[in-house]
């Protein structure tokens, strides 16, 4: 009978998740966390920096975060004034968040020290190489995306 084996060392999800948690628990203790900041919540800011104000819903789309807990996580940024909340001028049913003053000035803090880590991530790769990186996880998210079974 043949045993089924798993080599973590060479198992993709394993290595892709031990970076991101390895960078993950770097940045928040380093510097996000003396913000009162998490991984998630930073994700949230970072999106709100480049793409503006944003429904919650959409918001949730690009930060990949559930719709109850990016809820919770936006209550929280609000709190700390770093986000604003307000009815969407389309439909009062709908939330737009957006950076406020606060939160535009301590994301323009950390997005050098954001960008330091994907240099250190990317050391001794040639350009083109992390350009194929970057491209084969995007791929890689899609698929999953438009995959029920993740098969």
């Given at each position: ?66 719709v109850s807990t990016l809820s919770r996580l936006v209550t ?76």
């Amino acid at each position: 009978m043949r045993r089924s084996v798993l080599d973590l060392n060479d198992y993709l999800p394993y290595l892709i998740n031990r970076v991101g948690s390895a960078v993950a628990v770097r940045f928040t203790q380093e510097r996000l966390a003396a913000h009162g900041l998490s991984i998630v919540m930073w994700r949230v800011l970072a999106v709100l920096s480049t793409n503006g104000a944003q429904r919650q819903i959409d918001l949730a789309g690009l930060t990949s975060i559930d719709v109850s807990t990016l809820s919770r996580l936006v209550t929280r940024l609000v709190h700390t004034g770093l986000v604003t909340r307000s009815r969407s001028r389309a439909s009062s049913r709908e939330v737009v968040v957006a950076l406020s003053a606060k939160g535009r000035a301590l994301v323009d803090r950390l997005i050098p020290v954001a960008l330091g880590y994907e240099d250190v991530l990317s050391r001794r790769l040639a350009k083109k190489d992390l350009a194929l990186v970057k491209q084969t996880l995007r791929q890689m998210y899609a698929n999953l995306r438009g995959s029920r079974d993740g098969k």
